[in-house]
């Protein structure tokens, strides 16, 4: 079992910039893909970004050019860098595990941004 735990939300003006950090505890299956998700009000879950074991990388294209996401394997943590943000990305944002073992999601993370 892995336990997520999403920091560095807030809330920040059109145009600024986020790092949200996702802490891995616990058993970390290998190989696996990390992911970034998001859910605004009223709206479904969508896949932000995604990096495997690897250090490959895919985004939303909503996000293409604005976020970057990174792993630490060292540290077990994965960071989404947000910039050039838009009230738009305003939602929470959750980090998810997914190895052969199963998915494992944290709890979220408040993104805010003001226009």
């Known amino acids: 079992q892995v336990q997520l735990v999403e920091s560095g939300g807030g809330l920040v003006q059109a145009g600024g910039s986020l790092r949200l950090s996702c802490a891995a505890s616990?058993?970390?299956?290998?190989?696996?893909?990390m992911s970034w998700h998001r859910q605004a009000p009223g709206k479904q879950r969508d896949l932000v970004a995604t990096i495997t074991s690897g250090g490959y990388t895919n985004y939303a294209d909503s996000v293409k050019g604005r976020f970057t996401i990174s792993r630490d394997n060292a540290k077990k943590t994965v960071y989404l860098q947000m910039n050039s943000l838009k009230p738009e990305d305003t939602a929470v944002y959750y980090c998810?595990?997914?190895?052969?073992?199963?998915?494992?999601w944290g709890q979220g993370t408040q993104v805010t941004v003001s226009s």
């Open positions: 998810r595990d997914s190895d052969w073992r199963g998915v494992f």
């Open positions: 616990g058993s970390i299956g290998s190989p696996n893909t």
